[in-house]
């Protein structure tokens, strides 16, 4: 089976950085689970997940001691610039969510979404980062945007109402979205 670069690079971000196991990445990408295998021991993707994850665990870790010493530098100095620094760390930290939820609207982000499952835990995800976004910005709060939330809830309700799901987790009832019906949960969005 001849398989492409774009395919072969999907696969070893689904496993390095997305985190899926061997076997979701078979089933997400069509290759064979021994192709993958193959791809895998070969190119050190074990190793290459264990970097990522010791990467983003120290990058977390740095950036919350940065957060505290700026706050901590702050509040004892009372300086002007300090509170700035700290102040403008925050408001990147809160953008970062922000910048996700902003993503995921203008389609840079592609999320495959295959089951009904899928489609209902990525809705709340951009829902609980858009509110988490009205909520930090008070004062950027709207009629029209309180209106669009109470839309996309009554979305989620209604897609778990379709397909017979109690919660997320639900997998029991897991089957395939129709390329009609991811059509139009897409149009719903847009």
């Known amino acids: 089976m001849a398989t492409d670069q774009e ?49 983003d665990s120290e990058i977390t870790r740095y950036t919350r001691l940065t957060r505290l010493k700026l706050i901590k530098d702050a509040m004892t100095s009372l300086d002007p610039q300090k509170i700035y620094a700290f102040a403008a760390l925050e408001r990147a930290m809160q953008g970062k969510e922000s910048a996700v939820a902003e993503a995921m609207a203008d389609g840079d982000r592609n999320i495959n979404i295959s089951t009904p499952q899928e489609a209902i835990a990525a809705l709340q995800e951009a829902i609980n980062l858009k509110l988490n976004k009205m909520l930090s910005q008070p004062d950027a709060l709207s009629f029209s945007g309180i209106k669009e939330m109470k839309q996309a809830l009554e979305l989620v309700e209604g897609m778990k109402a379709k397909y017979g799901i109690e919660d997320e987790a639900d997998t029991s009832k897991t089957r395939l979205l129709s390329g009609k019906e991811i059509r139009e949960i897409r149009e719903q969005l847009l």
Do not use: H
Request: overall charge neutral; hydrophobic content about 30%; aromatic content about 10%.
């Open 7 to 55: 395919t072969y690079k999907r696969a070893e971000e689904l496993y390095v950085i997305d985190g899926l196991t061997l076997e979701d990445v078979a089933e997400r990408t069509g290759v064979p689970i021994g192709t993958i295998n193959r791809w895998s021991g070969k190119e050190g993707w074990k190793e290459k997940r264990r970097e990522f994850r010791d990467a």
